[in-house]
């Protein structure tokens, strides 16, 4: 299915948190947009910013990863238009029209409600069904989709390869791009949404089918919101701007319209841009500082030494008289210690001398 429904024009559709994406990535998060009667919203951004994912999220054909998708009230009459124009095998232009405007559906379920009538109806929950189902079949136009639909063909100027004039029984496998492209225009045309979803809507159209599709947008009472690269299109009929900034990571709402998005857009990255310039002139700034001063610091060191010897010299000889006396006490051991080893041998032979005698002669060496 391609829509849901409603019958009222004063439907308001709110997305709350909405993210949106797969499941291994994410395409756009916490999104926050309001949509009512008479906006206009251009959705903006790089290819796979997820715009007609978005779309299909509003139009409940995808669960949003994250938030919510309100409409009030709850059967808003809801028309999602896709970019690539379906054609099923043997389907005529007038089953095309009817899917398209959610009249088919609405007629099936009239008839179903219709039906059921005559079964038991003890809560009178049948005729509340049959009442819920004439209010979406009338609000989808499809009390008199069979005489508008040859009216709106003909103002399109659809004709067949042979000349002849493209019909509602006409199969949609036999029209062109282009002409499949008008049969959508027409479809959008007939319908009777209150909140419209059109994704590209202005691919393979001539000249003529942009004016009248621009004049539709225009006209529209309900909502829209529209997915679109034709800028020109955009600032035409767009009140308000979504931009999805993929490389960001961000989504923005800017109100006045596609040229005061432009705009603002301008003054905001120029904005950022002056932000990094000055930043980066701050950082080579004190970087250039932090240089300078380690120069001085070192150049100051160089020049206390040079400015100093004396005190040098002093650290040097300091230096070399403490390492002398080192070796001098080293030299005292090594001889204290041959003639400790010579009262041992002699002590083994019986001509020790005493203890108190080896003391003092070991301490007769230190002081040397």
């Known amino acids: 299915m391609e829509h849901t429904y409603a019958g009222v024009v004063t439907a308001t559709l709110v997305a709350k948190g909405l993210s949106g994406g797969y499941a291994h990535r994410t395409l756009f998060d916490g999104l926050d947009l309001t949509v009512a009667p008479g906006d206009v919203v251009g959705v903006v951004g790089p290819n796979g910013a997820g715009k007609s994912t978005l779309l299909r999220i509003l139009a409940g054909e995808t669960p949003p990863l994250e938030g919510d998708v309100v409409l009030a009230p709850g059967d808003a009459f809801v028309g999602w238009l896709p970019q690539e124009h379906e054609r099923r095998e043997g389907e005529t232009v007038a089953g095309y029209i009817g899917r398209r405007t959610g009249c088919a559906e609405a007629s099936a379920e009239l008839d179903a409600a219709a039906s059921a009538l005559a079964d038991p109806d003890p809560d009178g929950s049948i005729a509340d069904r049959y009442a819920l189902a004439l209010d979406r079949w009338l609000a989808s136009g499809a009390a008199d989709l069979d005489e508008r639909t040859p009216v709106v063909l003909a103002e399109l100027g659809l004709t067949l390869a042979q000349g002849a004039a493209v019909s509602a029984s006409s199969t949609m496998t036999s029209l062109s791009g282009g002409q499949a492209a008008r049969v959508g225009l027409a479809a959008l045309l007939l319908s009777r949404f209150d909140v419209v979803l059109l994704d590209e809507p202005t691919n393979d159209l001539d000249l003529d089918g942009l004016e009248r599709l621009e004049a539709f947008v225009r006209g529209l009472r309900g909502g829209a919101v529209l997915v679109s690269h034709d800028r020109e299109f955009l600032a035409r009929s767009v009140t308000r701007v979504l931009e999805l900034d993929l490389a960001q990571g961000t989504n923005r709402v800017y109100g006045g319209g596609y040229d005061a998005f432009l705009e ?87 001509s020790s001398p005493s203890r108190s005698a080896q003391r003092r002669a070991r301490a007769r060496w230190c002081r040397h």
């Open 264 to 350: 603002e857009r301008e003054t905001a990255h120029r904005q950022r841009r002056e932000k990094y310039e000055d930043f980066a002139d701050q950082k080579a700034d004190l970087v250039s500082r932090a240089r300078t001063q380690r120069e001085w610091s070192s150049q100051g060191v160089r020049n206390a030494m040079k400015k100093a010897p004396d005190n040098d010299k002093i650290r040097r000889k300091a230096r070399s008289s403490r390492a002398r006396s080192r070796r001098r006490r080293c030299v005292r051991w090594r001889a204290a210690s041959r003639a400790s080893r010579r009262w041992r041998s002699r002590a083994r032979s019986g």
